[in-house]
Every structure is written in structure tokens, then in C-alpha cells.
């Protein structure tokens, strides 16, 4: 039995050397041709090699149309897949510091709505008991849709419309929509953002415009007494603040209804320019600007804020 073992051994070593050799006569008789045919149609049968210090480029072929060679040198072609392989490779920028992306997602979080609009909404929509479908849905849908985003972001490192090449061509028109909601809302949100700018201006003076009633923008109706709601009459009676935002800031005495626009107020118009420009420089060098800003933003807010 073993005299018959190792005649089949070595059967099956001499078969193995067999094709091996067939392999490598059918290598050497493709190379041959290959020369052959390049020193048939009037090119040298050696390679001209391109010298160490000059860069190989990659061809990346967008259909199946051949590639020229360039210089005697057959470029290699590389699918789509790979080219957006190669590219996702590619070092992107990164935060400076972890201090920096934090306070970035916090901003992006808790923005001014949460601290100007929340409180009014909670005690519209039943105070206590409108914060348990609150929460509910914090923890079930809007916090997991918030990690799963910041998520998909870091590990592609990749914008939302490029995202989707990568994870699923179809979807990209979510990348699309993404933008145009951002720029929806950078339409009316920084008009806000304008007004707060309007007030810090309003704010350097030695008495704040809003702290008496008067101005030439006060009514009759403007009370300077903070425990007075009514007057005698029984009309609802209103503070210097407010009329200082509604009558000189917004202007809305002169507007007769929903249709009337009005007009453009040159201070204001500054204002909202300032912003749009403040955000240009802000977002310009990616995370190396908007990291500085978002780190320093939340200390100067409190130095006005305390300040005045």
C-alpha cells in the first residue's frame, strides 16, 4: 500500500510540474507575440521606460472606450470604482482638536431656536405635559438621525451630496435636497441672526435705546412701569423693549397687511450682509476656521450678554 501511495505522489508531483511548464510556455509564447507584433508594426520590441522623476498618472476610463498611450507608455486603466476607492483614500481635513468638533455639534444642535423659540412653544402646547411626546421623540427619532449623520460623515469623510456615490448612487438627490434645505433656511435664519446683530450695534450706546419710552417710535400705549399690564381703559399696554422691536427694528407700523413687503432698510440690509460674510469666513477653510470660531463664539455671546 504505501509502494502505491508514493507512485501516485509522485504521479500527481510530475502532473503539477507538467502544467506548470505549459503555463509558463504559454506566457513566454504571448510575450513573443506581443514583441513581435510591436516590432512589425515599426515600434522598438523593448519598452521605452519614462525616467524615475516623472509622475505616473492613472487613466481613469469613464466608458469602454481604449485609452491612448502617452509617450510609449500604456497608461493603466482604472474603473469608476476604483478611481472613487482611491479617492475616498485621499487624507481630507480634520478637526484640530476633539474640544473643537464638540463645540461644532453643539452649535449645530442647540442654536437660537432651542433658547428663543422652545420655551414659547412648550408653554403654548400645554407646558409639562407637551416635554413627554417632547422627549419621546428626542430619543426614539431625532437623536439616533442626528449620530447616525454625524456617523456616516466621519467614516466616509465625504459631503452630503458625495456621500451617496459611495453608499448608494440612487439616493443622491437626499444630498441635493439637503442643500437646498440648508439654503432655505439660511434665507430667513440669518435675517434673524441680523436683527441680534442690529441689537449689539444698538447696545455699544452709553443708554440703550429700549430702556425709556421716549423715543419717537413709542406710542401712547408704551408704559415704563414693569407691574402695569392694562391701562385704565383696558388696552393691553406695552414695554420700551417691545416697541423698540416692533416699531424701529421691524418697522411693522408702516406695513398695512400680509401683502405689503415694505420696503429695504439700509441698516438692516448692512446687518444681514455682515452675517452672510461672517459665515463666508467662517465656513472658507473648513474645519480650521469653523473649529476657531465655534470655539470662541460661546464666550463672546457671554461677554455681551453679561456686558449689557
Not at 500604456?74 to 468638533?101: G, I
Not at 452630503?160 to 433656511?185: A, D, E, H, Q
Request: with cysteine; aromatic share 12%.
Amino acid at each position: 500500500m504505501s509502494r502505491r501511495s508514493g507512485e501516485e505522489s509522485l504521479g500527481k508531483i510530475e502532473m503539477r510540474s507538467g502544467c506548470e511548464e505549459s503555463l509558463s510556455r504559454r506566457a513566454s509564447r504571448k510575450a513573443s507575440r506581443q514583441l513581435s507584433n510591436k516590432s512589425f508594426r515599426g515600434r522598438p520590441a523593448t519598452p521605452d521606460y519614462l525616467p524615475l522623476d516623472l509622475p505616473l498618472t492613472l487613466c481613469v476610463s469613464q466608458n469602454d472606450e481604449p485609452i491612448a498611450s502617452l509617450g510609449g507608455l500604456t497608461p493603466t486603466k482604472e474603473s469608476r470604482v476604483a478611481a472613487l476607492r482611491r479617492r475616498s483614500s485621499m487624507a481630507r481635513e480634520r478637526w484640530a482638536t476633539k474640544m473643537e468638533f464638540l463645540l461644532a455639534v453643539i452649535g449645530y444642535a442647540v442654536d437660537l431656536g432651542n433658547i428663543w423659540r422652545f420655551p414659547s412653544v412648550c408653554y403654548k402646547h400645554g407646558g409639562g405635559a407637551f416635554l413627554i411626546p417632547y422627549l419621546v421623540m428626542l430619543l426614539v427619532g431625532g437623536l439616533p438621525m442626528f449620530y447616525m449623520e454625524l456617523v456616516m460623515g466621519q467614516f466616509h469623510r465625504a459631503g452630503c451630496i458625495s456621500i451617496w456615490r459611495k453608499i448608494c448612487p440612487l439616493f443622491k438627490g437626499i444630498g441635493y435636497g439637503i442643500c437646498f434645505i440648508c439654503t432655505f433656511i439660511a434665507c430667513f435664519y440669518n435675517a434673524i441672526i441680523a436683527h441680534a446683530v442690529y441689537f449689539v450695534f444698538s447696545s455699544i450706546a452709553l443708554e440703550v435705546p429700549w430702556k425709556s419710552c421716549n423715543n419717537s417710535w413709542n406710542t401712547p400705549l408704551c408704559s415704563d412701569d414693569v407691574n402695569v399690564s392694562m391701562s385704565k381703559t383696558g388696552q393691553r399696554l406695552s414695554s420700551p423693549s417691545e416697541e423698540y422691536y416692533l416699531y424701529n427694528v421691524l418697522e411693522s407700523q408702516k406695513s398695512t397687511g400680509f401683502d405689503d413687503l415694505g420696503g429695504v432698510k439700509p441698516s438692516m440690509a448692512l446687518c444681514l450682509a455682515l452675517v452672510f460674510t461672517l459665515v463666508y469666513f467662517a465656513l472658507w477653510k473648513g474645519p480650521q476656521s469653523s473649529g476657531k470660531v465655534t470655539f470662541t463664539y460661546p464666550g463672546n455671546v457671554g461677554m455681551v450678554d453679561n456686558g449689557r
